[in-house]
């Protein structure tokens, strides 16, 4: 490994570090050098301008302070345009906002003739998705699973039949080619699949879920399974 990828390397190094940092004996340990070579290593990291932060004494550790924005991001255009496709058809999915604005940062750190010729790219892929819930109803589904709160919903099943409810969010679910909630429903006792689409509004409570485990959902479709 020469020096310019040992550097890429320690900067990623840092970048996972704990909280505490990792120690120079670490770091040395890690790529096979002294603790010297590391900390001159350190020394031209922070010249060229990364925050690099130490503490000396028991405990003490280098890594690196919060950073706001990314580095320059290596990716081919194809790379580039597969997340931009990929964002582009889950426009159903949960936290697709959050997708999309993390899809524009990377492309704004891309350099600039990687991003036109993925953009050129990119009207030569078209897509064309189904029906979603409204905004307003991802939002507030979307931050009530994350809080563990109840939410009221509007739903109307299948066979046209509406219906008001309190449930508490369990998972979202990709199958059968349709995105859905599953919840624990308080009017029914008892787990229900939701398809998203049909739920008409969303209203978050401050009451807090009753703790319902996800394996009192089941074995999930043959077709789904936890993204990550």
Sequence with gaps: MNRTERLHALTESLRRAPARGRTAQQLADEFEVTTRTIKRDLAALEAGGLPVWGRTGPGGG???????????????????????????VATQAPYSDSARAAANKIRDVLDPGTRRQAA?????????????????VMTVLEKALVEQVTVNIDYVDARGQATRREVEPMIFAFTGGRWLLVAWCRLRDDVRWFALHRVQRATATRSPCAGHSIDEIGEPPVSARPVG
């Design 62 to 88: 280098y890594g690196l302070a919060e950073i706001t924005s990314l580095p320059p991001v290596n990716l081919t255009a194809a790379q580039a345009l597969a997340i931009n496709t990929a964002v582009a």
């Design 120 to 136: 050129d790219l990119s009207r030569r892929v078209w897509v064309d998705v189904g029906p979603s819930a409204p905004r307003r």
